[in-house]
């Protein structure tokens, strides 16, 4: 199976093959900020599945919990973050789950950063306070 994820403008086009590794939604402030949404919802590929695009984004780097840099690679013209790069997980590539604009994808099996969940928001996932992974030892786990 082939998806197709692309920013607000469509000037960026990624295109993934298979069913994601992993998908995960993130509470964190971080990611708040990010999207000016309430929470962000990620979509982990095995990077040799994802054909990104060749040229035309930018990348806003920043450390991660896990004390890691992550990169956001968005869309200049339309401001949209696409996919991100986690540092400690070279072998993945976060796709923004939103930019694939499928009722059918696949729903996300956790929340993390829960502790930043705005109050109101009851979503059918099991949650953890923060992010588990970085207190794991390194695994194919995403960010
Ligand atoms: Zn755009
Ligand atoms: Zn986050």
């Known amino acids: 199976m082939e998806r197709t994820a692309s920013c607000h403008c469509g000037k960026l086009v990624l295109t993934c093959t298979g069913d994601p590794a992993k998908v995960s939604l993130c509470h964190c402030f ?3 900020r990010r999207t000016g949404s309430l ?3 990620a979509a982990f590929f095995p990077r040799e599945r994802v054909a ?5 984004a930018m990348a806003f ?3 991660s919990a896990s004390g890691r840099d992550v990169s956001f690679h968005f869309c200049p013209d339309c401001g949209s973050s696409l996919w991100w790069e986690p540092e400690r997980l070279p072998h993945l590539i976060g796709v923004a789950a939103g930019a694939f604009a499928d009722r ?19 979503l059918p996932l099991p949650e953890h306070l923060r992010n588990p992974v970085k207190t794991a030892p390194a695994t194919d786990r995403p960010t």
């Open 30 to 32: 971080d990611c708040q």
């Open 39 to 41: 929470f962000s919802v």
């Open 52 to 56: 990104l695009p060749v040229a035309g």
């Open 61 to 63: 780097k920043r450390p």
């Open 104 to 122: 059918d994808f696949p729903m996300p099996e956790q929340a993390v950063w829960a502790e930043q969940r705005h109050a109101w928001l009851d």
